[in-house]
């Protein structure tokens, strides 16, 4: 009798301990927001005590790298494409929290970039630049003044189009590097500028020039099972391809992780703004190669071909792992993916979701979180492996996608990233 009892105690005891880990294993978006909202506070006062009590508004968190605890900072400038996510981080976490003073730090760190929509292009990152600080800014305040900034810097991002090769050049800088015209997966995410402006007094050939880089990255920047090049070459002259290859990959014909988010994201975007259908399965044709090889956790590697990736099926924790992971990619494909579910059919929808909520719930983990050893979000992203330039770091651009995405997830975002579709309801 008494070792009955024992059993069904121990019985009922691992039974509340499995509900406990289950509920443990529940995404809890509130708490995540609430999470990066510390974060956020955290680096504001670190970036205030570093610099004698006072803010240097010109100066933007990029990375922190392993081993260190602080933000490593650059200048705004034309040439630092991450300028804009630091700002783009503060008007999240006020969509989040309501709060006025995060609300006055968004605008003390968006305005130093403004001077870019004026400055001739240096590269098609002004796009990300000002996507991610003035436009989520004019979604949050209707500001005038982000307006004429944000159509000002689409006027400059379009002086890169070539109409010969029917897209923009991504680096001027390297174009006899590349022996032609360089367009690069990253330049999809500068489409929603374009798009955008056309639709806010911006001229129709913007947008127009959008859908021709969109069709030409189609046709040309994609290996026959979807997975993206990274850079396309273009005739200079007369415009026709040339060849494809990698700049931040593993080699030319891999699948690097954010390339493909760039893809996914921007294929997700582009449809928002055309209602082509054929964008639309185009988004998820690329998206599906991706999900198709993701690690069960969410989260990718850096290059779904690094031969150090492990293929014994067992669940590696970041630091056990030889092949760095991405954690960038990750949360820019979990926010596409929240919007793409609310386009698609039932089935795909709820694959899509059920994949974004994993990556968010792998990312809850404390291996992946700044937490207490410093004040990013996330930690696990890989910037530029070839160069062995942030490989298994912190970095703001996961932030800012990983903060978007749990803002979509919650559907609080509708406002912000689809306007197109609030204006039909
Ligand atoms: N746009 C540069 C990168 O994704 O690293």
Redo the contacts with the bound molecule.
């Keep these: 009798m008494r070792k009955h009892w024992f059993l069904s105690a121990f019985v009922l005891c691992a039974m509340g301990c499995a509900a406990c880990s289950t509920n443990s294993d529940t995404l809890n978006v509130e708490a995540d927001l609430s999470y990066c909202d510390t974060q956020v506070r955290r680096t504001l006062d670190e970036l205030r005590s570093a610099n004698g009590g006072q803010i240097d508004y010109t100066m933007s968190p990029r990375n922190i790298l392993q081993g260190e605890h602080h933000w490593n900072l650059r200048k705004v400038d034309k040439t630092e494409?991450c300028g804009g996510f630091f700002p783009g981080v503060l008007w999240y976490d006020y969509m989040a929290t309501g709060d006025s003073v995060i609300l006055q730090e968004a605008e003390n760190f968006t305005e130093p970039l403004a001077f870019l929509a004026e400055t001739p292009a240096y590269d098609h990152?002004l796009g990300?630049l000002v996507i991610t600080s003035f436009l989520n800014g004019y979604r949050v305040t209707g500001s005038e003044h982000y307006k004429q900034v944000l159509l000002a810097a689409a006027d400059t991002l379009a002086t890169l189009y070539n109409p010969k090769a029917g897209t923009i050049l991504s680096w001027p800088r390297h174009v006899s590097d590349y022996g032609g015209h360089n367009t690069?997966m990253?330049n999809m995410?500068n489409l929603e500028l374009l798009f955008w402006a056309a639709q806010n007094g911006g001229d129709d050939s913007l947008r127009q020039i959008a859908i021709n880089h969109a069709n030409t990255t189609m046709l040309n920047h994609f290996r026959p099972d979807y997975s993206g090049y990274h850079v396309a070459v273009y005739d200079t002259l007369d415009g026709h391809f040339l060849y494809a290859c990698t700049h931040?990959g593993l080699n030319d014909d891999s699948m690097w992780a954010?390339?493909q988010a760039?893809a996914i994201y921007g294929y997700t975007m582009v449809y928002r703004f055309t209602h082509d259908q054929k964008y639309l399965d185009f988004a998820q044709k690329v998206t599906d190669t991706y999900l198709d090889r993701l690690p069960e956790d969410g989260i990718p590697f850096w290059d779904f071909n690094d031969p150090r990736i492990p293929t014994s099926g067992k669940e590696l924790t970041p630091s056990e792992t030889v092949a760095p992971r991405d954690a960038?990619a990750a949360c820019a494909i979990a926010s596409a993916l929240y919007e793409l579910a609310d386009y698609v059919p039932a089935g795909k929808s709820e694959r899509y979701r059920a994949a974004a909520d994993k990556t968010l719930l792998t990312l809850q983990g404390d291996a992946w979180r700044g937490g207490a050893s410093c004040p990013a979000f996330l930690l696990h992203s890989t910037?530029?492996h070839p160069a062995g330039s942030e490989i298994d770091a912190a970095i703001s651009?996961a932030d800012y996608y990983y903060i978007e995405a749990l803002l979509k997830s919650q559907g609080k975002m509708k406002s912000a990233v689809q306007p197109e579709v609030l204006a039909k309801q």
Aim: aromatic content about 28%.
């Design positions: 494409w990152d990300f690069i990253d995410i931040q954010r390339g760039w960038s910037g530029h651009y």
